[in-house]
C-alpha cells in the first residue's frame, strides 16, 4: 500500500530509502528510475529521513521528514526536471508536504511551495499532477517555552511571491488559477501584501488584474478587531504617489481601483490632501488616466461643504506646507472646492 513498509526484498523499506536519497542527491536519473522498478514506487509517497549535509557544521542540524518528490524538489539543480518526471509518472503525491525539523523550529511546507522557491518554470508539472495551488503551505510549530502549539500561516505559494516581489512568478500562479483572495492568518489578502511599507507596483497590477480587491461590501467590515492591523490599499497608493518618482504605474493602478469602487466609500483629510500632490505630479506625466480620477474625485467633493471642518483645515495646511497654495486654481478641482479652500474660514 502507498506510504507503507513492504516485507522482505525487494520492496524493503530500510534497504530502498537511503539509496533512493542518496540517488536523489547525487540526481542520478537512472538509479532513481531503477529503484522505482525495484520496487519503491509501492512506497513513492513515504516519508524519507535525511539530514541536510550543508548544515550539518551548524549547532541547530535540520532534519527532514518527505517524500522523494520533495528530496527531489530541495536537491535537484540542472536536472531536477529529469528528476520529476519519474517520480511524478510514479504516483508522486504533489501535495504531501515536507517537514523541517530543528532543535527550535518544525515547519511544514507544500512541495509547490519548495518548487516555487527553486524553479517556478516547473510548477505546471506539479500542477498537472494535481498540486493544489492554493494550498496554505506553511506551519510552524512554536517552542514550549513558548506555549508549544502548531501555528498555522495560511499563505499560499501567492503570498511569497508577492512577499519577494516577484512579479512574473504572481503573474503565473493568478494564470494557473490561484485565488487572489485567499486570507492568510491575520485576515490579510494578498492585495494587503502589495503595500505593507511600499507599494510593489508590478505584483499589486497583477494581482488587481486578477481580481484580488476587497469589494464595495467588504470594505464595511475593515474596522473589525480581527483586520483592525491591514493597511488601505487606497490610502497607501494615494500616498506613494507624491513620493514615487515614476507614478506612472501607480496611477493606473488607482484609475483601476477607481473604477472597480475601492475604498471609495468615505472622503478623508489625507486622501484630498494626497490628492493635490498627485496632481502637482502626475497632470503632465499621465493626463489622461488623472483625468478620469479628478472625475471620480469632483463627484464625491461637489458639496465641498459637506466636507468635515478638521478635513478642510488639513487641506490647507498642507496647501501651506507644500507651497501649493497658490496652484489652487490651476488644478483641476471642482471650482466649488477650489473657492472653499481659499475662504478664511472654512467651517
Known amino acids: 500500500m502507498a506510504g507503507g513498509r513492504l516485507s522482505g526484498p525487494p520492496g524493503n523499506y530500510s534497504e530502498l530509502a537511503p539509496r533512493m536519497v542518496l540517488a536523489l542527491k547525487r540526481q542520478d536519473v537512472m538509479a532513481v528510475k531503477n529503484l522505482l522498478e525495484e520496487g519503491y514506487r509501492k512506497l513513492i509517497n513515504a516519508k524519507l529521513k535525511h539530514s541536510d549535509d550543508a548544515r550539518r557544521s551548524i549547532a541547530e542540524p535540520c532534519v527532514y521528514k518527505e517524500t522523494a518528490l520533495c528530496v527531489a524538489i530541495r536537491v535537484g539543480q540542472d536536472k531536477l526536471e529529469d528528476l520529476l518526471n519519474p517520480l511524478l509518472h510514479s504516483g508522486a503525491d504533489p501535495n504531501k508536504r515536507s517537514e523541517e525539523i530543528t532543535a527550535t523550529r518544525h515547519s511544514v511546507v507544500s512541495p509547490l511551495l519548495l518548487l516555487c522557491q527553486k524553479s517556478p518554470s516547473l510548477i505546471y508539472k506539479l500542477l498537472e499532477a494535481g498540486a493544489d495551488i492554493d494550498a496554505t ?4 510549530q512554536i517552542p514550549e517555552e513558548e506555549g508549544g502549539s502548531m501555528l498555522f500561516i495560511y499563505r499560499s505559494c501567492l503570498y511569497w511571491a508577492i512577499d519577494r516581489d516577484q512579479a512574473s512568478l504572481v503573474k503565473m500562479l493568478i494564470q494557473y488559477g490561484a485565488d487572489t483572495s485567499l486570507m492568510d492568518d491575520q485576515g490579510n489578502r494578498p492585495i494587503h501584501h502589495c503595500c505593507w511599507e511600499s507599494v510593489q507596483m508590478d505584483c499589486a497590477w497583477e494581482v488587481i488584474k486578477g481580481g484580488g480587491l476587497i ?3 467588504e470594505n464595511t467590515v475593515l474596522n473589525d478587531k480581527r ?15 507624491h513620493v514615487e518618482p515614476d507614478a506612472q504605474m501607480l496611477v493606473k493602478i488607482l484609475r483601476m481601483l477607481v473604477i472597480w469602487g475601492y475604498g471609495v466609500h468615505t472622503i478623508e483629510a489625507h486622501q484630498i490632501v494626497s490628492t493635490l500632490h498627485l496632481a502637482d505630479i502626475t ?3 499621465d493626463p489622461e488616466n488623472f483625468k478620469s480620477f479628478v472625475q471620480w474625485f469632483e463627484e464625491k467633493v461637489k458639496n465641498p461643504h459637506t466636507l468635515k471642518h478638521s478635513c478642510c483645515l488639513s487641506i490647507r495646511t498642507a496647501l501651506g506646507s507644500k507651497k501649493l497654495r497658490d496652484k489652487i486654481y490651476s488644478l ?3 471650482h466649488q472646492l477650489q473657492i472653499h479652500l481659499s475662504m478664511e474660514d472654512c467651517i
Open 137 to 140: 503551505a506553511l506551519k510552524v
Open 215 to 217: 469589494s464595495t461590501k
Open 227 to 241: 483586520v483592525s492591523n491591514q493597511p488601505s490599499l487606497f490610502r497607501t497608493l494615494l500616498w506613494q504617489l
Open 283 to 285: 497632470m503632465v506625466e
Open 332 to 334: 483641476p478641482l471642482p
